[in-house]
């Protein structure tokens, strides 16, 4: 989802995400549901601050979160797994780069062939990615959430488990997010439904947090309004938008193949950026890695990318300033990789022959 880092499964997280929330990496079972909050001092002081930051009406503040209901266990779920779980990127990319999901991706492609085309002529930012987008984050519409949004946020801005790692930092996040939020719940029509959507809080085909939502979600189907939920080709075009704006550059690759000359291999040099490219192909070179021609001609910085396969020799990557874009959706590499594999091969199974 476009903005928050959550640690799930063998994808690793990088701090400082802050417009997705990631739930589509393991099967999530219901939070049971509670007794409403109520109007305690803690709620209320809540409450007043969020009408304050979005302004407002504070008396309606107060009675949505007073009547959100606490889901229980839910913030279990935004725990980082156990660090003894080994990552395994194959693993994790058989989930997502898979027959069924390809098959939907090339319907999907079809069917929304001209918004694509659009996207990429208004944006720069190429068909495939965004199927790879989509395709990894609700199997194309299929798994776009079942939490009541305003219960999730509630309980995660108000009762955030104290033991998780970076406890302070994310617990003012949900509390972000449920203002955000709350803009757009005063925004629906009367007796509208309550807004689904993953147990953090992110919506629609793409899984934006509110703060995506209102920051980049474009009304790309021109009816007036923009809706995530319900319109595929808003979400084609708010997925587009966002990748522009944390700096797609069209037409470079997103990533190349690599070697390593052993004799003059500085791993861990090469590694201490993470995935944010710093070395130039010569630095690149000069430190132990073998490129291939094309990679050669890169212009710009590149990063190593290191991706651990359980008990196997890690794979790796030469990323681009297009990879680091993607993990700007999710800030985990396994995810990128897993988005741009699965676009490209919907692409090649496009140009098969009927």
Request: with cysteine; glycine share 8%.
């Amino acid at each position: 989802m476009a903005g928050l880092a959550l640690a799930v499964c063998s994808a690793p997280s990088h701090a400082g995400a802050k417009h997705h929330a990631r739930q589509h990496l393991r099967a999530m079972p219901r939070a049971a549901t509670g007794a409403p909050f109520g109007a305690t001092p803690e709620v209320l002081q809540l409450a007043d601050k969020l009408a304050q930051a979005h302004q407002l009406p504070a008396v309606w503040v107060r009675q949505q979160l007073s009547s959100a209901q606490q889901l229980r266990g839910l913030p279990k779920l935004v725990m980082p797994p156990p660090v003894s779980t080994p990552k395994n990127w194959r693993a994790y990319r058989e989930r997502f780069i898979e027959p069924k999901r390809i098959s939907a991706g090339v319907a999907f492609w079809n069917t929304y062939r001209s918004a694509l085309e659009k996207a990429e002529a208004t944006y720069g930012v190429p068909a495939e990615m965004l199927v790879g987008i989509l395709g990894v984050e609700t199997f194309y519409g299929q798994h776009m959430g079942h939490y009541r949004v305003l219960d999730a946020l509630t309980t995660l801005a108000l009762d955030f488990p104290p033991e998780h790692p970076r406890a302070a930092e994310r617990q003012a996040f949900f509390q972000s997010e449920l203002g955000h939020f709350l803009v757009q719940m005063r925004q629906l029509p009367a007796g509208a439904a309550p807004l689904k959507g993953s147990f953090a809080g992110a919506m629609g085909w793409p899984q934006f947090m509110p703060s995506s939502w209102a920051e980049f979600a474009v009304d790309f189907d021109g009816d007036g309004r923009i809706d995530l939920l319900n319109s595929p080709v808003d979400a084609i075009g708010s997925v587009a938008h966002y990748f522009q704006a944390f700096g797609w550059q069209t037409g470079m690759p997103t990533h190349y193949p690599v070697g390593f000359d052993e004799s003059r291999l500085d791993k861990s040099t090469l590694l201490a950026p993470d995935i944010l490219p710093s070395f130039s192909v010569r630095s690149f070179q000069d430190k132990g890695v073998v490129l291939d021609n094309v990679a050669q001609q890169h212009p710009g910085p590149l990063a190593l990318v290191e991706l651990f396969n359980g008990d196997d020799a890690p794979s790796y990557v030469a990323g681009t300033d297009n990879f680091y874009v993607v993990t700007r959706y999710n800030w985990s590499s396994y995810y990128a990789l897993a988005v741009i594999e699965l676009g490209m091969a919907v692409k090649a199974h496009m140009a098969l022959p009927n």
